[in-house]
């Protein structure tokens, strides 16, 4: 990166081919995303900065604000009756009552295990209610 950009590459340029690598990052951060330690959360935001500063990205992002944004966009599709992982959500909560709007329909399973909890379906079935 630091080469393209001594070599006169335009900064919005920067930006595509940061986004284009980074974009590896961000297809399987909803998957692993809830395992990381605040150490490594730190270690990732730190390079973001890093990548900010040198002028490679055009603005400032933290794992945390890429974790949400991905887990809650992959949540949304996988609601939808025509997506290839719809039947691994647990089944539908069928109320007899009109309560107040909730983030999803889902019935929430019982956690005991702490990697049960941070697996990607329970943490967005609790994060989302």
Known sequence: MKRLRDQGLPAKHLNTVFQAIISHLLYAIPSWGCYLTAELTGKIDAFLRRAHHYGFAANI???????????????????????CLNN??????????????????????????????????????FKYR
């Open 61 to 83: 992002q933290t794992v945390s604000e890429l974790l949400d944004k991905g887990a809650q966009d992959l949540f949304k599709k996988l609601q939808s009756h025509d997506h």
């Open 88 to 125: 691994i959500l647990p089944e539908e909560k069928s109320l007899g009552l009109a309560l107040r709007p909730r983030g999803h329909r889902f019935q929430l399973p019982s956690c005991v295990f702490k990697d049960f909890k941070l697996s990607f379906i329970n943490h967005c079935l």
